[in-house]
């Protein structure tokens, strides 16, 4: 019976060490799993953080390489504007200098042309009065004439004048040198027009002096017959 007890109560030891073993791993695998509930989950909320802070940090970022990209584009453009401006100007400055000196040697030579021709027409103007007085020709409007081919004369010989004392040395530093052109072109056609009227005039004197002529002839002949 002792026996018995004895054998009972080793059964029922080796039963809760059983049990023991048996609910140890259990808990330890529930152990387990909770820490590693908390690991995943404190994972996950940093691992959150992490991407919207890497997302907000990258659209920051972004935003200033745009920014950027538009500052040194504006940049570019300035440079470019202002290095087109300076190279039209250094254009403009060699090519007056390449024609500066033809310019002033035309400009003489235009002047020297208008007072040849003015000296032409004044000599016709000279000879056509000479005829006149010389043949003693009866014209009605002569002294009108003589008046107004005069003063084309006049008007002619100040044009030349002004075109022969022009100072066309061109400064290709100033600001506007084309106005040196400008000036010179307006003396030219200025000398031009005066001199065309005044040779018109003469013209009209001659053209006169030529009827009466022709009259005065058919006038004697008629008498000597």
């Known amino acids: 019976m002792r026996g018995t007890k004895y054998h009972l109560g080793l059964l029922a030891s080796s039963m809760v060490?059983?049990?023991?073993?048996?609910?140890?791993?259990v808990a330890a695998q529930h152990g387990a799993a909770d820490t590693s509930t908390g690991s995943t989950s404190g994972s996950t909320s940093a691992?959150?953080?992490?991407?919207?802070?890497a997302s907000t940090s990258?659209?920051?970022?972004?935003?200033?390489?745009?920014?950027?990209?538009?500052?040194q584009a504006k940049q570019l453009l300035a440079e470019k504007r202002q290095n087109a401006k300076e190279h039209t100007a250094d254009q403009k400055k060699k090519?007056?200098?390449?024609?500066?000196?033809e310019i002033n040697k035309r400009?003489?030579?235009?002047?020297?042309?208008?007072?040849?021709?003015?000296?032409?027409?004044?000599?016709?103007?000279?000879k056509v009065k000479a005829f006149h007085d010389s043949k003693q020709l009866n014209v009605t409007n002569y002294e009108a004439l003589v008046a107004a081919a005069t003063a084309k004369q006049t008007a002619a010989q100040a044009a030349v004048d002004t075109l022969k004392g022009l100072d066309v040395s061109i400064d290709c530093t100033a600001t506007d040198p084309a106005s040196t052109v400008a000036t010179l072109k307006t003396a030219v056609k200025n000398a031009r027009t005066s001199l065309q009227d005044y040779r018109q005039s003469i013209k009209d004197l001659v053209?006169?002096?030529?009827?009466a002529?022709?009259?005065?002839?058919?006038?004697?002949?008629?008498g000597d017959q």
Request: net charge negative; hydrophobic share 30%; proline share 1%.
């Open 17 to 25: 060490g059983m049990l023991v073993l048996a609910v140890s791993p």
């Open 95 to 101: 090519a007056c200098e390449a024609h500066s000196t």
């Open 107 to 126: 400009s003489k030579n235009y002047a020297t042309a208008a007072q040849r021709h003015l000296d032409v027409f004044n000599s016709i103007f000279t």
């Open 58 to 71: 990258g659209d920051s970022t972004e935003t200033e390489t745009h920014t950027g990209l538009r500052d």
């Open 207 to 211: 053209v006169a002096l030529k009827g």
């Open 213 to 222: 002529s022709t009259s005065t002839t058919k006038d004697t002949t008629g």
């Open 47 to 53: 691992s959150s953080d992490d991407s919207s802070s």
